[in-house]
């Protein structure tokens, strides 16, 4: 007979061995276990991610490829154009004639034929200023795929920064939720000791009612800020988000100088330098009408071969020449379209001039949004740190009886407000820097790369 106590070891002992054995249950519903959650998504990956999915920045890619296939098509003209056909005809008799002692078959039965034709342009003066114009016209295609890109990555930033925003915006309204919640415990408990009134209660209900109601609205908001970056990312994200830090220690320091910067706008930003690679095209484009009187060169070039060799007696033939074409008059077209596009190749140089102007414009009023968004983001970070306070003293005092819930309720909504007006102010002042660097033409992960001011 086993001991009772042999007996329970061995029990324990087969207990442990089987659920080694035995796989981790599925939970129920049949789903699998929660994967880990991934690691933060960074500013810069979301940039990178947007430039990599989002159709807007493969469509740039696209048409910047249909401006280079233009050009290739331009560049076409300076080359001869070579030509071959081949022909077979099936006839029902053969015509022969005899000269002399000569016998020449003038149609075969079974005729054969082909013919090679080789044509070049040896010298046209429009094909110049119309290669010119594709060449510039394809400058401007990258210049402006190019900052179609830099505005989708701009897009995804500030995207990015009103969803970390949204989430700041979350925890204050559940840091507010909390004080209504302990406000609430403090006041029944007051109440059953008959030290305050009913409506101290009621008015502790309320603002947890209107706590809750901010918290959802909040958490609706950011949902729907999450939402919104992904659609842009081409991705289906979830919390967190991780802060750029530095992006923010940048936006705080001193601005650089002003005149430095709308020089490198109206310089060197790629929506300006393609405006004028338009007016230069449209300028080579008004050129060309005047050209057309000038004559054109072309030299023509001719083999065939046949099996109807005909009174030559050759079966292989051929011809070369030259061919000058020169358009005397055209009923007055060329002057009228050279009218045109002379006229539109001034709206075209305008219309670049208006744009380096608006650049230079667009950075002062950046700067004057830095300038202000740092002086506001001092002020909310002093409001919320004495909101807080505030809302402290108010509590320990309502405790000790020295306060009513109105004054707790009060400073509860001063402390909500200032902590969503200091989250606020400090993703708008990482917004007012990222059109700094939008505005001068920068990218914006180029100041985080370097760790210079703009």
Do not use: C
Request: glycine share 6%; proline share 5%.
């Amino acid at each position: 007979m086993i001991p009772p106590r042999v007996a329970l070891l061995l029990l324990l002992l087969l207990g442990t061995s089987s659920a080694a054995a035995e796989p981790d249950p599925v939970p129920a519903g049949g789903a699998a276990a929660p994967p880990e959650r991934a690691e933060p998504l960074t500013l810069e990956r979301a940039v990178s991610m947007a430039l990599e999915r989002n159709e807007r920045a493969q469509i740039a890619s696209e048409q910047a490829e249909v401006a280079r296939a233009r050009l290739q098509r331009a560049r076409a003209f300076f080359f001869p154009e070579l030509s071959s056909t081949a022909a077979y005809s099936r006839r029902p008799y053969e015509t022969v004639r005899t000269i002399g002692t000569q016998t020449v078959t003038l149609q075969s039965q079974d005729a054969l034929s082909g013919v090679a034709v080789l044509r070049w342009t040896a010298f046209d003066a429009r094909g110049y200023p119309l290669y010119r114009q594709a060449k510039r016209e394809r400058g401007a295609a990258e210049l402006e795929a190019e900052e179609a890109k830099r505005l989708l990555a701009f897009e995804a930033a500030d995207a990015f920064l009103l969803t970390l925003s949204a989430e700041q915006v979350v925890e204050a309204a559940s840091r507010r939720l909390e004080f209504a919640r302990r406000n609430l415990s403090d006041a029944r408990a007051r109440l059953e000791a008959k030290l305050v009134s009913v409506n101290d209660l009621t008015r502790a209900e309320l603002e947890l009612a209107t706590a809750e109601r901010e918290s959802t609205r909040a958490a609706s908001a950011t949902e729907a800020a999450y939402v919104n970056l992904g659609l842009l990312l081409d991705s289906k994200l979830a919390p967190p988000l991780s802060p750029p830090e530095s992006l923010f220690e940048e936006a705080s320091r001193k601005l650089p100088d002003v005149e430095a910067l709308v020089a490198r706008a109206e310089q060197a930003r790629p929506d300006v330098l393609a405006s004028f690679e338009r007016a230069a095209a449209a300028a080579e484009a008004a050129s060309e009408p005047w050209r057309r009187a000038i004559p054109s060169l072309s030299l023509l070039g001719q083999v065939r071969a046949s099996n109807e060799t005909g009174f030559t007696g050759r079966a292989v033939d051929g011809f070369g020449g030259v061919e000058l074409s020169w358009s005397l008059f055209d009923g007055g077209e060329r002057y009228g379209e050279a009218r045109e596009r002379a006229a539109l190749s001034r709206i075209a140089a305008l219309s670049a001039r208006a744009r380096q102007r608006k650049a230079g414009a667009e950075v002062r009023t950046a700067l004057v949004a830095l300038t202000s968004a740092q002086s506001s983001l001092r002020h909310a970070t002093v409001a919320a740190a004495v909101a807080r306070r505030n809302a402290a003293e108010t509590a320990e005092l309502y405790r000790q009886g020295l306060t009513g819930a109105l004054e707790v309720a009060d400073a509860s909504l001063r402390m909500f407000e200032a902590e969503v007006a200091q989250a606020r102010e400090r993703y708008g002042l990482g917004l007012s820097f990222l059109d700094l660097r939008a505005a001068i033409g920068a990218g914006p992960l180029e100041a985080l790369a370097e760790g210079a001011s703009p």
